[in-house]
């Protein structure tokens, strides 16, 4: 379960798995739990065997006239 809620995160905010650790160990801090996340590489060897069921929304790019 910890590992989708950072993953769920990354999609949602757009961060690397190192930066996203570092967010979410921010997090425990400020909140003052006594919790780290899970380490990067423990992450990322678990993404493709894990399904996310959340999507964001496409961003759309704006076009400009010159």
Same mark, same amino acid.
């Given at each position: ?10 999609? $949602?905010?757009? @961060? ?6 570092? #967010? ?10 006594? /919790? ?6 423990? $992450?990322?060897? @678990? ?6 069921? #959340? ?10 006239? /010159?």
């Amino acid at each position: 379960m910890a590992i989708i809620s950072v993953l769920m995160m990354k999609r $949602i905010f757009g @961060l690397t798995l190192r930066s996203l650790q570092v #967010f979410v160990n921010s997090i425990f801090t400020l909140i003052k739990v006594p /919790l780290n996340c899970p380490d990067y590489t423990c $992450i990322s060897k @678990l993404v493709k065997s894990v399904n996310i069921p #959340f999507k964001t929304q496409r961003r759309v790019k704006l076009r400009t006239s /010159l």
